[in-house]
């Protein structure tokens, strides 16, 4: 267990961070501003807000369990990025959504006001005029959410890791992630080799969010320059 480098762990990493991503991020910005600005101040989106608010707060081991009936038995995608990585979305879903809607309240009327009364469209406004200056709040929430769900290691233990799992050929392939690698080198007999195996990694790791936060603070710091108000 203390052999080999960890190519498998770094890349299955970058893998389902990628993904959780790809399926978090449209949903919670999109979701989160059509909720704020289409239904506004009405009485489901409170109770959406309260349930948002609520989800945030769930611990991640819950989350794994809910992976790990739904998707991992009940959807029968076993254990496999795919399942992992919804999982993780999970995770993240309701961080976004929050930041989001606090990005896009601090928003003046006037702007919004300003863009119909010039003849554009809801959706123009949204597009033009909300989305571009709440990116930089919204690219906030994306990194705190990033930074959670890299570290987590609940979620995928229950729903997409494996010892010696090779770098993933598919979506249903089980996959080899640094936290579980980290706590997999605590658990092993030959500790005097596994724990700094396990320092080394939890570095590797420590560096990716880094290096991931850092691209997201440049982008966060562009549109923060190009669109204000």
């Known amino acids: 267990m203390v052999s080999g480098g960890i190519l498998s762990p770094i890349i299955g990493t970058i893998i389902l961070m990628a993904l959780v991503l ?19 101040n009405h009485r489901i989106s409170r ?27 009940y959807l029968d995608f076993g254990l496999s990025l795919l399942a992992a990585s919804i999982t993780l979305s999970f ?15 601090a928003i003046p009327s ?11 469209t809801k959706w123009q406004t949204i597009r033009h005029h909300t989305i571009p200056y709440s990116a930089s709040g919204i690219l906030t929430g994306i ?12 979620p995928i233990l229950l729903t997409g890791v494996a010892v010696n799992a090779a770098i993933p050929n598919s979506l249903f392939d089980s996959i080899q992630a640094l936290p579980y690698y980290i706590y ?36 966060r710091n562009r549109y923060r320059k190009k669109y204000r108000w």
């Open 22 to 40: 790809l399926i978090s991020v449209p949903i919670g910005v999109l979701g989160a501003i059509f909720i704020t600005e289409y239904w506004g």
């Open 47 to 73: 109770i959406w807000w309260m349930v948002v608010n609520n989800l945030a707060g769930v611990p991640s081991i819950v989350w794994g369990l809910v992976g790990l009936g739904l998707l991992v038995y």
């Open 110 to 120: 006037s702007i919004r006001e300003a863009s119909i009364a010039l003849g554009a």
């Open 91 to 105: 995770v993240a879903l309701p961080l976004i959504m929050i930041a989001t809607k606090e990005a896009v309240d």
């Open 184 to 219: 997999l080198m605590t658990q092993t007999s030959d500790r005097s080799a596994a724990i700094p195996m396990a320092y080394a990694a939890a570095l590797v790791l420590i560096f990716l969010i880094v290096v991931m936060n850092l691209g997201a603070i440049v982008l």
């Open 143 to 154: 990194i705190l959410s990033l930074s959670r769900t890299a570290g987590e290691t609940a």
